[in-house]
């Protein structure tokens, strides 16, 4: 069970010196997870470190493909009212 980084990731560092398992490195063109080292922070944090930090959405997926900051999820905006806006904004 590993989590992955998507090119979404703008490369800001935040992630890297909080992994417990050193499974993050700086690579191009944005940062990677080594699958063999990422347990999803199991026996260390209750929360994925990586995930708690990152300041993008969806740069981070979990072994499924899902973003696990979804859009708005950062923002402050529930899913369902971002979803609305996107397509109030889409059919404009
Ligand atoms: S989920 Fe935890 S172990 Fe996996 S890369 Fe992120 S910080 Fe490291
Ligand atoms: S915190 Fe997010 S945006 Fe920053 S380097 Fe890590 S994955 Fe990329």
Known sequence: ???????????????????????????RPHFMI?????????????ESQCVSICP?????????????NPPGSLTGILPAKFAELVARQQAA
């Open 56 to 68: 993008i959405e969806g740069a981070i997926l979990n072994e499924l493909g899902e973003a696990l």
């Open 1 to 27: 069970m590993a989590f992955e980084i998507i090119e979404s990731c703008v490369n800001c560092w935040a992630c890297e010196p909080l992994c417990p398992n050193k499974a993050i490195y700086e690579a």
């Open 34 to 46: 080594d699958p063999d080292k990422c347990n999803e922070c199991a026996g260390d944090f209750e």
